[in-house]
Nanobody
Framework: QVQLVESGGGLVQAGGSLRLSCAAS????????MGWYRQAPGMQRELVAI???????NYVDSVKDRFTISRDYAKNTVYLQMNSLKPEDTAVYYC???????????????WGQGTQVTVSS
């Protein structure tokens, strides 16, 4: 099976920074994309940032110029550097990896357990 383990969440004041990490391990042949989603209380889960092969990235408008996603291909790890944090960034952040487990097999999305990010005003 596949495990995604997140770390780096916590409590920070507005204007501060946090760095999230997510390491994928287990039965992995090829990772097509890794990304971060978030879900605030009473809200739907939304895509925050995603990075595909060749380091193509995409961000939700609300985090552009503040968050940076990056990837370590050798370690199957994705990072989210979050700067200039705002109270509205408060949410549970989930790591996602879209990957193949065997050559030529289908791609599936796997999820981490989530890490809480709380930004105080």
């Amino acid at each position: 099976q596949v495990q995604l383990v997140e770390s780096g969440g916590g409590l920070v004041q507005a204007g501060g920074s946090l760095r999230l990490s997510c390491a994928a391990s287990g039965s992995i042949f090829k990772i097509a994309a890794m990304g971060w989603y978030r879900q605030a209380p009473g809200m739907q889960r939304e895509l925050v940032a995603i990075i595909t092969t060749r380091d193509n990235t995409n961000y939700v408008d609300s985090v552009k110029d503040r968050f940076t996603i990056s990837r370590d291909y050798a370690k199957n790890t994705v990072y989210l550097q979050m700067n200039s944090l705002k109270p509205e960034d408060t949410a549970v952040y989930y790591c996602m990896s879209n990957l193949q487990q065997v050559p030529g097999g289908p791609s599936f999305a796997f999820w981490g357990q989530g890490t809480q990010v709380t930004v105080s005003s």
